[in-house]
């Protein structure tokens, strides 16, 4: 990708997670455990985040305990990003929600409602909850026949439920035409009811009738987010998301990746705007050549292991890095999501190093430009599925 | 006998006929900038809490969905988180539905609120069972109406566990089981307790069952009834159901809805009262709340003219996803008819003086020695004030009813403590023990 920022340009996120991606960071010198469950501390991590110029931050969630070192336990993604919203300006906030057990309605008037208090910036990571200890947090799925031992059900159905939970989502913030409310004193009226749409939704898993009850949001649709981390997933980003995490491990594997996503797309029959690709990287920067490869390994050998996920580690400074990236976004990347190793250590690694080695490339932005996270990645925002005349006999119009 | 202290809540403007969206005073209802103005205003004014309401679909009329009435709000978890940042004392209060949510999600996000509010996080339990709602949900209309409050008590249970299964000090870490009728649930709680323990917890529900799951594990009450007499019944009734549960009277706080309108004398608020109950009752909404009652078409009756000679249809309704009109309707329809008989009402006047008159309508100074006699003599505990316009609505109340209050001594002029349970004097929350109890009752 070229001309971005008037050389060849990289989009870069950062995803935010408890103390850090090493299950051993709450061990490290800065690290801020005993703040992980206040506002502070997540203010702190996205203003600095802002301070880098990123596109945006990602948050997770889980519907379980996290399975890392001494800490576990997290936060609501959805209420972290919104507590976040009034205290940050330009960056993106991209929650992650769980879309197996929790009702699709009640995601999307949440990711809407982001949207209008941090006014267009939301964006959502939907997830697949697989295994049976999270559904017995709910009581009310048993694994089905076919399902693999500790999971629900297939990877396959599983995800397939998860596009259509993303399906529902997004017609019901479109459910709301953006002129809906009309104020008209000579009749009465607040609204235009044919401006609001049911949706009508029928599916293997579950239906849902609408309209929602939250108007359109500011960026029509909010950017929807999935991390393809198995064939199931990257059909599943194909059908719905506007953008997509791949973990590759190499620069010939990022092609391949890459490849895939195109596949999956041309399968899925998608047409408009094609998924903005992003790729995983846990990161552990540090000034002295040497010195992050020594940390990390001081951590591993505290956590007994390492990071268990499939993501691949950097260590090295922050040269090293801004090598990596732009040799690997030639494989047909939008930008990277990078893993801080240890909050906030290597999250300021990124914004006070990497990002002022890439400007000095002419790689990175130097002022934030778009109001929105989808004009931030080059997605319009886009004319409601009820809106258009033609579009009245096939949306289940009110 | 001391002085009572007042309490003073404030209610986000309203999805039904009483918030005015045709007054050029009338701003979004839906843009944040709104939440931030009331929400600010309520804490200048040291209110204990900011109240949002919730309803899962859009109210239906005569099978269509109503468009008379200002419409459209976020979920209210979200919006409150974000109005913690911008509060500093304010406590944030969320109707979450029980009927189509789940115990472990919403105990996380309730916790999640407490933790990134510092303490000022609060849930309005509220119940519902229908059909019509449940088109929006996986599992449809499951509960029976008679099942509504066995859910809620059984769901706030089991919420009020998941919150105990962290310590204080992070010893236990949410190792939970849950097995009871509505739920049966087991595995690790992924929110430690947040620095409220539990969060404050509100009722709304105005039925025998309600008053009694009030009494049995509530802390505050959000009822209808903020006239002197129907309130100081209904404050004597719940007060008396709390020693059955082994709760003194003053730990739960009774917070009736109320409205106002202020002016420079009594004869110019009773003016603007009128103007506003004009405003709220156009003749569309006039028509359109006797359909409700009537449950019939009427939109070929005049508003100005007498009211309808046919007799109301009492088996289906035409309104839909509104609880108003779920009371006793052939009782209501014997009733309007002899006042506007008496009266020589018109629809559109009966409407307006049969519903929603404000509760307090005076100069400041006499709004503020009412509110303060009504919590002296047990009408309430305090007060949830609805405004009727988006988002100046509380501003009045704020800069001129407040410093009377406070004047008097029964209201603080800054907080105390930090969260909301020290703003309403509540202790730590007693979640054992009112497990015990609740088993001991069902």
Redesign the interface.
């Known amino acids: 990708m070229t001309g971005l920022y008037g050389g060849t340009g990289l989009h870069l996120a950062v995803a935010l997670e408890g103390v850090g991606w090493h299950p051993a960071a709450w061990r490290a010198p800065d690290a801020r455990p005993a703040d992980l469950?206040?506002?502070r501390y997540?203010?702190d991590l996205a203003r600095e985040a802002e301070r880098g110029l990123l596109d945006f931050v990602t948050i997770e969630d889980?519907?379980?305990?996290r399975p890392s070192g001494r800490l576990?336990?997290?936060?609501?993604a959805?209420?972290?990003a919104?507590?976040?919203?009034?205290?940050t300006g330009h960056i993106g906030l991209v929650p992650t929600t769980d879309v197996t057990?929790?009702?699709p309605?009640?995601v999307s008037?949440?990711v809407?409602?982001?949207d209008?208090?941090s006014?267009g910036r939301a964006g959502w990571r939907p997830r697949v909850s697989a295994g049976v200890?999270?559904a017995?947090?709910?009581?009310?799925r048993r694994a089905s026949a076919a399902a693999p031992p500790g999971r629900i059900a297939s990877d396959a159905d599983l995800n397939a439920e998860a596009a259509d939970a993303v399906e529902v989502v997004r017609r019901l913030w479109d459910s709301?035409q953006d002129d809906?409310?009309i104020?008209d004193?000579s009749?009465?009226?607040?609204?235009?009811?044919d401006r609001?749409h049911y949706i009508d939704f029928e599916g293997p898993?579950?239906?849902?009738?609408?309209?929602s009850?939250?108007?359109r949001p500011p960026q029509g649709q909010p950017v929807v987010t999935v991390l393809a981390d198995s064939p199931p997933a990257y059909e599943f980003a194909a059908r719905g998301a506007d953008v997509v995490y791949l973990t590759p491990d190499s620069r010939a594997g990022t092609g391949a990746a890459v490849s895939r996503v195109r596949a999956a797309e041309a399968a899925a029959g998608r047409g408009g705007e094609p998924l903005r690709v992003f790729a995983d990287l846990l990161v552990f920067i540090d000034d002295r050549p040497g010195a992050a490869a020594v940390r990390k390994a001081r951590l591993d050998e505290l956590d007994g292991a390492g990071p268990a996920s499939a993501v691949e580690v950097f260590t090295g400074t922050a040269a090293e890095l801004a090598d990596l990236l732009e040799e690997r976004l030639d494989a047909g990347l939008t930008g990277f999501r990078l893993r801080p190793g240890v909050l906030p250590h290597d999250l300021t690694g990124i914004t006070r190093r990497l990002v002022p080695e890439l400007q000095r490339r002419g790689a990175f932005r130097t002022a934030y430009r778009e109001t929105t996270l989808r004009a931030r990645l080059g997605l319009s925002r886009p004319e409601g599925r009820y809106s258009a005349p033609a579009a009245a006999t096939t949306g289940g119009g009110? | 006998m001391p002085v009572r202290q007042v309490h003073l809540a404030a209610h986000f403007p309203g999805v039904n006929n009483t918030t005015v969206?045709?007054d050029p005073a009338s701003g979004s209802q839906?843009?944040?900038a709104s939440f931030?103005h009331l929400a600010r205003t309520a804490e200048r004014g040291k209110f204990d809490f900011f109240f949002l309401a919730e309803?899962?679909?859009?109210r239906e009329m005569k099978g269509?969905?109503h468009?008379?009435?200002?419409?459209?709000?976020?979920?209210s978890?979200?919006?409150l988180?974000?109005l913690?940042?911008?509060t500093t004392r304010l406590g944030l209060a969320a109707t979450v539905n029980s009927t189509?949510?789940?115990p472990?999600?919403v105990a996380?996000?309730l916790a999640?609120?407490d933790?990134?509010?510092?303490g000022r996080a609060a849930w309005n339990v509220v119940t519902s069972y229908d059909a019509f709602t449940g088109?929006?949900?996986?599992r449809?209309g499951f509960l029976a109406e008679a099942d509504r409050y066995t859910r809620a008590a059984e769901f706030l249970q089991t919420a009020r566990e998941l919150w105990d299964s962290?310590s204080d000090d992070g010893g236990a870490?949410?190792e939970f089981a849950h097995s009871g009728r509505h739920?049966?649930?087991?595995?690790?709680?992924?929110?430690?307790r947040g620095p409220q323990g539990h969060p404050v917890i509100i009722q709304a529900g105005d039925s025998a069952e309600g008053r009694e799951f009030a009494a049995s594990d509530a802390d505050v009450i959000f009822s209808r009834h903020g006239a002197p007499a129907a309130g100081r019944a209904f404050y004597a009734d719940v007060k008396r159901r709390l020693p059955r549960y082994g709760r003194h009277p003053d730990e739960l706080k009774i917070f009736p809805a109320v409205t106002y309108v202020l002016g420079d004398t009594e004869e110019d608020a009773a003016e603007r009262a009128a103007d506003i109950r004009r405003a709220q009752v156009?003749?569309?909404?006039a028509i359109a709340y006797l359909e409700g009652v009537w449950g019939r078409d009427l939109s070929a009756y005049d508003p100005d003219g007498p009211l309808p000679d046919v007799e109301p249809d009492l088996d289906e309704g035409v309104s839909k996803g509104r609880a108003q009109f779920r009371g006793d309707r052939g009782e209501t329809v014997r009733r309007w008819r002899t006042l506007a008989a008496d009266r020589g009402l018109s629809i559109r006047e009966l409407v307006i003086e049969a519903t929603g008159r404000q509760t307090f309508v005076g100069t400041p100074r006499s709004v503020a020695d009412r509110i303060d006699e009504f919590v002296q003599t047990g009408v309430a505990d305090g007060f949830i004030f609805v405004p009727h316009l988006t988002p100046g609505g509380l501003d009045d109340l704020v800069d001129h009813v407040v410093p009377l209050l406070q004047e008097k001594g029964v209201f603080r002029s800054d907080y105390t403590g930090t969260t909301l349970r020290d703003h309403l004097g509540l202790g730590p929350p007693r979640g054992a023990v009112r497990r015990a109890h609740a088993e001991a009752v069902s």
Request: proline share 5%; no cysteine.
């Open positions: 469950f206040t506002a997540w203010a889980a519907l379980t305990p576990q336990g997290g936060l609501d959805v209420l972290v919104a507590r976040l919203a009034p205290v057990h929790t009702e309605f009640h008037i949440g809407a409602s982001l209008f208090a006014y200890r999270e017995g947090h709910f009581g009310r709301w809906a409310e104020r004193a009749t009465g009226r607040f609204l235009d009811r609001l898993y579950f239906d849902v009738r609408g309209p009850i939250t108007p009110s | 969206w045709s839906i843009d944040f931030v309803g899962l679909r859009l269509r969905i468009d008379l009435d200002v419409a459209g709000r976020p979920e978890l979200t919006v988180s974000a913690a940042a911008v189509f949510n789940e472990y999600e996380g996000r999640t609120l933790h990134l509010s510092a088109e929006n949900f996986r449809g962290w870490e949410g739920f049966d649930i087991a595995g690790r709680f992924g929110t430690p156009g003749p569309e909404t």
